[in-house]
């Protein structure tokens, strides 16, 4: 099983790096706008399903 964040560059999340746009920002965006799930929420999912552990979860997202 693999666990991936992915962030598609758009042409708005483009224009948002190119113009300094601060990391929150962006990634708000591509979450509420763009439907994209972080590592953590991926992590989340399969502990929900039994495929990996809450230990794992936390290894791999340094607390977040």
């Known amino acids: 099983t693999a666990v991936q964040e992915v962030l598609a560059v758009e042409r708005t999340v483009r ?22 799930r972080t590592l953590r929420d991926d992590l989340l ?5 039994g495929i990996t552990t809450a230990g794992e979860l936390e290894r791999l997202t340094f607390g977040e």
């Open 45 to 49: 999912r399969l502990v929900d399903q």
């Open 15 to 36: 224009t948002m790096m190119a113009g300094g746009g601060r990391e929150e920002g962006i990634a708000s965006y591509a979450e509420n706008i763009l439907g994209m």
